[in-house]
């Protein structure tokens, strides 16, 4: 079992490094509600969101993976880590991982590099790997990065979801240090229920329907949500997980800086909020900007809560998330002091 002898603690992963990335083009909701049957008003009311940004075409995954993590990098004041791992529920290609790809236009060819699949939750389950990795003594850097781009899963016409979401990635550098330091990832609480694996899916594209010979209809072959209950586990488990994260930091609610949570409606943020006795105020709320980021919208707010002073060193985070799977996570840590790239 690896230790560190220093005082810092017990070897733990700790955050030295943040970027993030968004494609050049906005979409307000005036622009979707010129399109399709929706209103600024419903958007905004029912989710928060005011605007978002969508890929160009021909802009996949990787290269927001790559803009975010080179950003990171630069943060960490690093030009090489030990491996990547890369949060993603719109690879590039179903096969092989983007992870690779990304590392190679970041100079790290030959170095470990995979994708983690658990759509919104995917940054969480990756930092989680990734920190695994560190405290195995394993790695001494990694970058961790969490990119999506689901205006390429989402049917542009079907307004409960096309309004939703949008493309980014966000990225984190961890190293080597102790668990009493600012920035040391605590333990992670994650969680998954394969039983609703319906509520949050792409059906088609698979082995499931690539193992048949028919064609799949256009909505298998687009994303879908089961909107209210997806709301409805969104806050059980998140709240949940973040009062076990809380715990296991040893502090008690009240003294709880910043939550951070997945960034996909703010009416979610809020009741999350209110479970745990997290004022408003100490709400990070990003998505007004970006929509529903997936797997990138946790280290994205993270990136611009820090970069307008919403997040200071010192701070005490709760990061939360649910998505796809269904799947959940929580962890807890001190935020470091991090140059902004
Ligand atoms: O990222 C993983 C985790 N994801 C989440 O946590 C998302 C959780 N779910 C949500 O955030 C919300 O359920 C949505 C934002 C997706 C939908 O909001 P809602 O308040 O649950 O709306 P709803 O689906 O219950 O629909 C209410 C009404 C319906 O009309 P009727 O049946 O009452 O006449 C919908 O047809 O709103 C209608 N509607 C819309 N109207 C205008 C649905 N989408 C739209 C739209 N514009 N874009």
Redesign the pocket.
């Known amino acids: 079992m690896p230790t560190s002898p220093s005082a810092q603690g017990a070897r733990a992963a700790v955050v030295c490094g943040l970027g993030a990335w968004l494609p050049p083009r906005a979409v307000d909701n005036d622009e979707l509600a010129s399109r399709?049957?929706?209103?600024d008003d419903?958007?905004r009311t029912?989710?928060g969101i005011r605007t978002r940004h969508f890929v160009s075409p021909g802009m996949p995954t990787s290269r927001l993976a790559t803009e975010a993590g080179a950003r990171a990098l630069e943060s960490a004041g690093l030009d090489s880590v030990d491996a990547v791992v890369l949060a993603t529920t719109t690879p590039d290609r179903p096969c092989p991982a983007t992870a690779p790809l990304v590392a190679h236009r970041l100079g790290l060819t030959g170095r470990p590099a995979f994708d983690v699949s658990a759509?919104?939750t995917g940054f969480l389950y990756a930092l989680a790997t990734a920190a695994a990795l560190i405290t195995s003594g394993a790695a001494e850097h990694i970058l961790v990065i969490g990119a999506d781009a689901f205006s390429t899963i989402v049917d542009p016409e079907e307004?409960?979801?096309?309004?939703?979401f949008g493309d980014g990635a966000g990225a984190v550098v961890l190293r080597a240090g102790g668990a009493a330091e600012p920035g040391a990832v605590g333990r992670v609480e994650l969680g998954a229920d394969g039983s609703l694996a319906d509520l949050?899916t792409v059906r088609a594209g698979g082995s499931e329907t690539r193992s048949t010979d028919v064609p799949p209809s256009r909505a298998d072959a687009h994303f879908s949500?089961a909107?209210?209950e997806?709301?409805f586990h969104?806050v059980t488990r998140m709240a949940g997980a973040s009062r076990t994260a809380i715990a296991d930091a040893g502090w008690r609610a009240e003294e709880v800086d910043r939550l951070v949570g997945?960034q996909?409606?703010a009416?979610?943020l809020h009741a999350v909020g209110e479970r745990l006795d997290i004022p408003r105020d100490r709400i990070v709320i990003h998505l007004d900007r970006v929509g529903?980021t997936?797997a990138a919208s946790i280290p994205l707010a993270l990136a611009h809560a820090q970069s307008t002073g919403g997040l200071g060193a010192g701070d005490r985070v709760v990061l939360s998330a649910?998505?796809?799977g269904a799947t959940w996570g929580a962890t807890a840590l001190t935020w470091p002091d991090l140059k902004t790239a």
């Not at 307004?159 to 939703?164: D, L």
């Open positions: 399709i049957d929706t209103s419903w958007i029912r989710t759509v919104c307004r409960s979801t096309a309004v939703v949050i949500m909107g209210q997806v709301f969104a997945h996909a409606n009416r979610i529903n997936a649910f998505g796809g």
